[in-house]
Each structure stands twice: as C-alpha cells, then as structure tokens.
C-alpha cells in the first residue's frame, strides 16, 4: 500500500497541510525542527487508516483545542487488496488519475451519526475551498480515497470518497486488511503477545485472543506443579524471527521462547531470549526489533510509518537500516520516516528527503530532490544538512564570523539565561563568499529565514551573494565596510581601550608564541593611530580566527563596546542588526 497524497486539518498541531507525492516515492524522510508537525503528520496517516473503531480522542487532538472545527484527514492511496474493488466494496469509488474537480460537500448514510450540512465546515474551510487532489498520471495504478472527520462531537467517521459518488463508509475490517503499521517510543508493545502486537502477523492460529487467555491458564497450572514455561502452540510463531532480527543487526543471546509474565494482578505472554525477556532490551534494540517485525511480515505492499528512526541506534546501525529499508519498498510499500539525525539525511538519498516547514498560512513540504537539481546545490545539502533541522539559518562567510556568531550567542543571549536554540537558530561555516551564495539560495528554496554574515574585501563575492538578494528579496545580509574583512573592522571601530589592552589579553591567556606578542607589544603605539596596520596584523596571524582566541577576545570586544562605544560603528550596527534578526 501506499499513499499518494494527503490533507490535513485542523489536527493536533498542524492547521493546514497538503501534499501529493510521486509514484516512486517509496522511501521517504521528513525532517524539520522540533514542533514542526512531524509527528501529527504520521499520526493523522495512522489514524486514517487505524485498524479499529476505538479511537481515543480528546480535545487535545484538535488544532488549538479548538473542537468547533472539525478535524478531517483525507489521503489518495493505491495498491490495496483485490477485494477492495468488489462492487459490494469500492469499486465504484476508484478515483481516475488527474482527475480534479471542486468536491462535494461532505454527505453520509441516513443512520451515520453524522449528518452533512450545506455550509459544512472542516478545519476553518468548506470543502468547495479545499482543492482536490491531482493524482499521478499513472494507468498502471488504481486509485482510492479515503477520509476520516471528527466533529465536536468526537466521534469518527472514517468513509471512501469519490467525486462521483456520494460517500460510503470505510469500514474497521478493510482498514485492518491493509495493515498500516505505526513505530514509535511504544515499541515495546511488540515484543509481547497481544492484540496490539506486531507478533500477532507471525501467529497462524484463528483467534489469538482466545489463545493467549487458554495459554495463560494453562500455564498458571503448570506452575503449581513447577513448569514455569509456558505450553508450545506460540513457539513455532518464532522460529523465523531470529533470522530476521540478524538482517537488522539484533544478534541473540539465546533461542527465543515464550514465558508468562505478571504485572499486578495481570499475567501476559513475553518473548525471551534465552533467560531473559527481549522487552528488557535497551531502546535501540527494542526499536529496531520492532521495525524488524513490522517490516518482514508476510504481508507485502505495507505501509509503515517511523517516527524517530535514529532514537537510540548507533551510527551504523542507522546506515544499515537505511538501505535495508530502501531495499524492503524497492518494488512495493511505503516506509515514511521522520529524523532529527544528519546521519540519517546522509545515508538518504536527495529525492527521499523533505522538509516539513510550519508558515503562518499552512505547514509544507519542501521535496530536497526536485530542488537539489545540480552537482553544486547536491554538495551543499550534503555537507551543510545538519542545519536543516533548525528553521532559521546564519551563513558565516568563514571561521572568523563563525565564531563572532558563537560569541554572540553566549554573550548576549545565554547571559540573558536564553540561547539561539530558543529562536529556532543554526549557524553554519560557509567556508567562502562563493559558497555562502550557493548554501544561501539552496536554504531560501527549501524554506528557511536565512542570512548571511560575511566580509566586503572581496568585490567577486559580494558581487554572488547580492545576486541571491536580487532573487529572494527575504534573504539578508550583513557585511563589513567595502574593501574590509572582519578583523579590518575590528580593528577601525573597537574603542581604543581595547586596542591598548590586547597584548595583556593574548599574554595573560598564554595565546601566542612569544615573538609574536613581543611584536604587538612594540608596535601597538603605531597601530592605535594607524588602524589599518593593526588590521593586517590581526588577520595575518589570526588573532580573532582561531577558537581558543575567539572564546576570549570577542567578549572582551563587547565589553569594551558596552563601556567606551558610540553605537554609531559599523561594527556595532552589525552585531545589533544581527541580534535584532535573530529575535
């Protein structure tokens, strides 16, 4: 199965949000900050397609608690069983690829507890304004549509929709056929027998609950006689398993086998692994068995949905899980996965990636593939993505502003108990002008509030970044005084207190080799008067470019700005311009 395309509103933290995907994408990662909807995304998926009526919502669910707009959640998915398109089922609901025209308003069976109006409202917006999905031109595929809404009421409807058909409702055991599987920090539901278990797709028997309570029984007699395991009939569900969890890389301590466990008053059926139980694991191993078991079912064509992936894994454990993954969906399924790891981004490939970025008037999904469209821009994302989990982002030209940026955040923001995490910011070495053009108009297309910080002493650089700001008119830039790098501005606007004291700052820190503050220490007399002379000297030996120096002296700047500046400095305009972006 997979889906492919998608509407969200008004669900947990997401107002609006739609997509549509191509037919390869098979494999795809989501990235973006924290509280992006990264999350709600894959849960509005689950909860699309959950297996049963029980549905546990609550106020929470809604966008800003606000219940007097209804959640709906409707997505476009192929690849489903051959029974789905009985006449007796949804195939007169097959939805024709490119299709698009205004849909209908949202109508239901006379006995559905929900009755359709002509003003009907979803999420803030009529149906009639919110527009329908063009699906791929593909023949080879059919098409269906599915939808869940839950009123004020918080009841949910989950119904198969068509343009030309009124709807019809979705039903528990066809939304349970198609096996969406959900992996997240729960993952240790999965190494237990039970209804909600990914154990259960391993079991051969009629009725698993059935089985589990006589199991249970059965084994709480055998223990008065002294048999702690528990009776057979489970054992032959596990006999593939060790082989799979080593393709994932979970090696075993022991031969698995079940045994009853109690907690409380209540008694269930675990896995162990030799003496122990599989669920006293640590996470990442708990995780990747789960993923394991999900993936290697013998239902092919699922959908499975990873939130996290990295939690807990080494570095290659996540490159292999990658690839195995890429490989499990090669000709069906879907796997769609969210991450905060650049890890995770560099064992992706460009067109699996996309960016899931919050606006004032919807959330979004940048594709990485269809923007990363040259060798350039392909370098830049592989070498700069761990930025991209940021939302706003500081090109510093090279090292030098790089670590006047670093400085800033101490200074001026966690002296004031803050941070620049606190405003979502990142920050990045762009290791020359020519390259922070490039990085600059690669984060604008992807969505990010971006700036650049960089020096003027090169007319060709500037020359490339200004001709990003012709294009995105969003992107800002902060640069020295013509024909000045940033130790030249320094070394024109810092307050003459400053300059005096420098070789007793270098000194006393013990930063430089003698010779070289010997030199200082002779000339600082002729360098108060001529500026530029303490410029050179400052950018030839790197007083302000090294981290051990920068940690020291930037401070130590500010202060003497605090104390003897005129705010009228080109410098100081900078650092207040910056600040002033960054909030």
Not at 199 to 212: A, E, I, M, Q, V
Request: glycine fraction near 6%; charge should be negative.
């Amino acid at each position: 199965m997979r889906i492919l395309d998608i509407c969200i509103n008004n669900f947990r933290g997401i107002d609006h949000f739609s997509h549509s995907f191509s037919s390869s994408n098979n494999l795809i990662c989501i990235i973006g900050k924290n509280d992006s909807g990264k999350s709600s995304l894959l849960r509005a998926v689950e909860w699309l397609f959950y297996p049963t009526n029980a549905l546990n919502v609550s106020i929470s669910d809604f966008y800003k608690c606000d219940i007097t707009n209804s959640i709906a959640i409707e997505a476009t998915f192929t690849d489903f069983p051959e029974a789905f398109l009985l006449p007796d089922k949804y195939g007169r609901y097959l939805t024709k690829p490119g299709k698009k025209e205004a849909p209908r308003p949202r109508t239901f069976p006379e006995n559905s507890k929900v009755q359709s109006s002509s003003d009907d409202v979803i999420g803030g917006r009529s149906w009639k304004e919110i527009e329908t999905f063009r699906e791929p031109e593909d023949s080879n595929h059919l098409y269906l549509r599915a939808r869940l809404t839950i009123s004020s009421s918080f009841d949910p409807e989950w119904t198969i929709v068509s343009d030309a058909q009124e709807p019809t409702f979705f039903r528990q055991s066809d939304r349970k056929v198609l096996n969406v599987s959900s992996i997240g920090l729960d993952c240790r539901k999965d190494l237990a027998w039970g209804q909600g278990s990914v154990l259960r797709k391993y079991y051969s028997g009629s009725d698993l609950k059935s089985d589990l309570k006589h199991l249970s029984v059965k084994a709480l007699q055998s223990a008065s006689i002294g048999e702690a395991d528990v009776s057979k009939p489970l054992d032959e569900a596990l006999s593939n398993i060790p082989q799979i969890l080593n393709k994932y890389g979970v090696s075993l301590s022991g031969e698995l086998s079940n045994h009853l466990d109690f907690k409380n008053a209540d008694s269930s059926i675990l896995v162990f692994e030799g003496e122990k139980s599989l669920s006293s694991r640590g996470l990442g191993s708990q995780r990747l068995t789960s993923i394991a078991l999900n993936l290697e079912t013998k239902i092919n064509k699922t959908l499975v949905l990873i939130d996290e992936i990295e939690t807990s894994l080494e570095p290659f454990r996540i490159r292999t899980l990658i690839s195995l993954l890429r490989d499990r969906v090669k000709d069906n399924g879907q796997i769609i996965f969210t991450t905060h790891s650049p890890i995770t981004l560099d064992s992706c490939k460009f067109d699996e990636v996309f960016i899931l970025q919050t606006t004032e008037e919807d959330d979004r999904l940048y594709s990485v593939g269809s923007l990363c469209d040259t060798d350039d821009l392909q370098k830049a994302f592989r070498r700069f993505n761990k930025c991209l989990l940021g939302r706003k982002i500081i090109i510093c030209e090279g090292h030098t502003e790089f670590e006047l940026i670093k400085a800033i955040d101490s200074y001026f923001f966690n002296r004031n108990n803050s941070s620049l995490a606190c405003y979502g910011v990142d920050y990045i070495d762009g290791n020359g002008g020519s390259n922070s053009s490039k990085i600059a108009s690669l984060l604008i297309r992807l969505g990010y509030t971006t700036c650049v910080v960089m020096d003027s002493d090169k007319p060709c650089d500037v020359k490339k970044v200004k001709e990003v700001q012709d294009i995105f008119s969003s992107f800002v830039i902060f640069q020295m005084d013509d024909g000045n790098c940033i130790e030249n501005q320094i070394a024109n606007d810092a307050p003459e207190s400053f300059i005096r004291n420098l070789p007793s700052y270098l000194q006393s820190n013990d930063l430089f080799q003698q010779e070289i503050l010997n030199s200082l220490e002779k000339k600082i007399e002729i360098m108060v008067n001529d500026r530029a002379k303490l410029g050179d000297f400052a950018n030839q030996n790197k007083i302000f470019k090294s981290y051990r120096c920068a940690e020291i002296l930037f401070p130590l700047l500010f202060e003497s700005f605090n104390e003897n500046g005129t705010g009228n400095s080109t410098f100081e305009k900078l650092i207040s311009g910056i600040i002033k972006w960054l909030k």
